[in-house]
């Protein structure tokens, strides 16, 4: 079993910067795929960004140029970058992680592939 705990989100003001972390807990974590996935007000979840066990990235097209996903096998662990962040980027952010071969269209599924999720944290961003 798979435990996710994230952490790092608050408010923010536009153009401001935040960095979430997650550790993984309970598996092998350097097999695993980690993502992130957000969830506004009224919205649907949306894929933000992924990396695989080989360190291979993939972004959503909204984000890309302005979050960075990275992860460190030795602290079980996966952060996401946020800059210039805009009004339009506050949500809840969670977590993902499964032990298939993930890839970009992962995050065009709405996390179906995932079968571990954190409980996610809060990013606000006012204007």
């Known amino acids: 079993q798979v435990q996710l705990v994230e952490s790092g989100g608050g408010s923010v003001q536009a153009g401001g910067s935040l960095r979430l972390s997650c550790a993984a807990f309970?598996?092998?974590?350097?097999?695993?795929?980690m993502g992130w996935f957000r969830q506004g007000p009224g919205a649907g979840r949306e894929g933000v960004a992924l990396?695989?066990?080989?360190?291979?990235?993939s972004y959503a097209e909204s984000v890309k140029g302005q979050f960075t996903i990275s992860r460190d096998n030795a602290k079980n662990s996966v952060y996401l970058q946020m800059n210039g962040l805009k009004p339009e980027d506050t949500a809840m952010y969670y977590c993902?992680?499964?032990?298939?071969?993930?890839?970009?269209?992962?995050?065009?599924?709405?996390?179906?592939?995932?079968?571990?999720w954190g409980q996610g944290t809060q990013v606000t961003v006012s204007s």
């Open positions: 990396i695989d066990h080989g360190g291979r990235t």
């Open positions: 993902a992680a499964d032990f298939g071969e993930c890839g970009g269209s992962w995050l065009g599924r709405g996390g179906i592939d995932f079968a571990y």
């Open positions: 309970g598996m092998i974590y350097s097999s695993l795929c």
